[in-house]
Nanobody, 125 residues
Framework: QLQLVESGGGLVRPGGSLTLSCKAS????????IGWFRRAPGKEREGVLC????????YYADSVKGRFTISRDDARDTVYLQMISLKPEDTGVYYC??????????????????WGQGTQVTVSA
């Protein structure tokens, strides 16, 4: 089974940047699409923020388009989420999730088969 571990979260000032990593193990990342999700404090988990298919196709939700960039290095079994121009409303726990071949992009948490434990991102002055 694919196992995922996020890292790179932290405290950043508004307007700042942060890059998260999602390290896969158990199975080769190259067979999986990876999505990033966020749960803001006191809110329900949002639909997928962005996703990367195993053929290099990317998807971005309107809320992050132009500010977030997803990339992957299958040789390192790692997916990255580069975030710039961060806003306080970007605060939350960020999760990566993996799914096998099939419909892309998958928008819902339940469409994925494997999930990481999350990493906290706090955007505050």
């Amino acid at each position: 089974q694919l196992q995922l571990v996020e890292s790179g979260g932290g405290l950043v000032r508004p307007g700042g940047s942060l890059t998260l990593s999602c390290k896969a193990s158990g199975l080769p990342l190259k067979y999986y699409a990876i999505g990033w999700f966020r749960r803001a404090p006191g809110k329900e988990r949002e639909g997928v923020l962005c996703a990367s298919s195993n053929d290099g196709t990317s998807y971005y939700a309107d809320s992050v388009k132009g500010r977030f960039t997803i990339s992957r290095d299958d040789a390192r079994d790692t997916v990255y989420l580069q975030m710039i121009s961060l806003k306080p409303e970007d605060t939350g726990v960020y999760y990566c999730a993996g799914k096998g071949l099939g419909r892309f992009p998958a928008y819902s948490w339940d469409d994925y088969d494997s999930w990481g434990q999350g990493t906290q991102v706090t955007v505050s002055a």
